[in-house]
C-alpha cells in the first residue's frame, strides 16, 4: 500500500477562491476587510511567513498593514500598538506573529488583542468558546487541518484521532475541535505529548494520526496503524531540508493517506486565517 497524497495547496486554494467571493459580496455592503500584522524581531521564518501572509491578502482582496517592529521594542510600546489597532474601524482583524522576543511576555501581547479582532484564534475568550462548541474563529491552523481532513473525504465521526502534540497553537485547540458533536468532528481523540508512556501504543491504534511534536521525523513507520490517515504538521529545518513530524517515506507506505512537508498543512494556514478575517469583518454588519 502507498498511501495518496493529500494536497493542502490545491485545498487552499479552492478556500482562497471561496474567500475572494466572501470578499467582494463584503465590497457590495461598503465593507473591505482589513488585516494588520504585528512582526517583531529579524527571525528569517516568521518574515517568510509574515511575508507570504500579507501577500495572500493582496490576492483575496483584503486589506493589509504591515507593522515591523524592532526586536528591541519596549513591550508597552507594542501594547499601545496593539490598542491603536483595536480601536481602528477598518482593521478587523489583528495577527501578533510569534514566537516574540524573550523580554515580551507573550500571553500579555495575545490578551491585549480584543477577542472580535484576534484571527488567529489565540485570545482566551475565543479558545473558551471553542472549547464550549461556539467559536467566533478557530484557530488557523487547526481550522485547517480539520478543512483538509473534510475537504479530502476522511470520515471523522466515531474514529480514533490521536493528536502528538499538546501546544495552545495546535494541538489543544484541534482536539476541541473533533471532539465537538457535530459535522466533521465526533470523533474520540487523545491527546499525547512528551508525558505520554508508550508512546507507540497511542499512535498504532489512531484512525487519523496528526503529528505536531515538532522534532523531525518523530513519527515512524513501526507507530502508525495500517490504513490510517497520517496529518504532518511539522516544519523542521534539517541538512536534508525541510521535512515533517512523521518519516514520509516509510510512513506513506503504511498509512492510506498523508499531508507532504511542505504543501501540506501550512498552505491551509494561511487559506484560514484568510477565512477568519471575513469572518471578523462580516460579524460586524
Not at 36 to 63: F, M, N
Not at 165 to 191: D, E, F, H, W, Y
Not at 212 to 236: L, W, Y
Request: glycine residues 10%; negative net charge.
Amino acid at each position: 500500500m502507498t498511501a495518496r497524497t493529500i494536497d493542502g495547496k490545491a485545498i487552499a486554494a479552492e478556500i482562497r477562491a471561496e474567500v475572494k467571493r466572501d470578499v467582494a459580496a463584503l465590497a457590495e455592503q461598503g465593507i473591505t476587510p482589513g488585516l494588520a500584522t504585528v512582526l517583531v524581531g529579524d527571525d528569517p521564518a516568521s518574515h517568510v511567513y509574515v511575508r507570504t501572509k500579507r501577500k495572500a491578502c493582496g490576492e483575496a482582496g483584503i486589506r493589509s498593514w504591515d507593522h515591523d517592529l524592532e526586536a528591541s521594542v519596549p513591550e508597552q510600546e507594542l501594547l499601545e500598538l496593539i490598542e491603536r489597532l483595536n480601536s481602528d474601524d477598518e482593521v478587523h482583524g489583528i495577527l501578533v506573529q510569534l514566537p516574540l522576543p524573550e523580554h515580551v511576555r507573550e500571553q500579555t501581547v495575545l490578551d491585549a488583542v480584543r477577542p472580535h479582532k484576534d484571527a488567529d484564534g489565540f485570545h482566551p475568550y475565543n479558545f473558551g468558546r471553542l472549547l464550549a462548541g461556539s467559536p467566533l474563529v478557530a484557530s488557523a491552523t487547526p481550522a485547517g487541518i480539520q478543512e483538509l481532513l473534510i475537504r479530502s473525504g476522511v470520515e471523522i465521526a466515531g474514529k480514533d484521532v490521536v493528536i502528538v502534540g499538546r501546544s495552545n497553537i495546535v494541538g489543544k485547540p484541534l482536539a476541541a475541535l473533533l471532539m465537538q458533536k457535530g459535522a466533521g468532528a465526533n470523533a474520540t481523540v487523545t491527546v499525547c505529548h512528551t508525558g505520554t508512556e508508550d508512546l507507540a501504543g497511542h499512535t498504532r491504534r489512531a484512525d487519523i494520526l496528526i503529528a505536531a511534536i515538532g522534532r523531525a521525523k518523530a513519527i515512524t513507520a513501526p507507530m502508525v496503524k495500517e490504513g490510517s490517515v497520517v496529518i504532518d504538521v511539522g516544519m523542521n529545518r534539517t541538512e536534508d531540508g525541510l521535512v515533517g513530524d512523521a518519516d514520509y517515506d516509510a510512513v506513506k507506505e503504511v498509512a492510506s493517506a498523508i499531508t507532504p512537508v511542505p504543501g501540506g498543512v501550512g498552505p491551509m494556514t494561511i487559506a484560514m486565517l484568510l477565512a477568519n478575517v471575513v469572518k471578523l469583518a462580516r460579524s460586524t454588519i
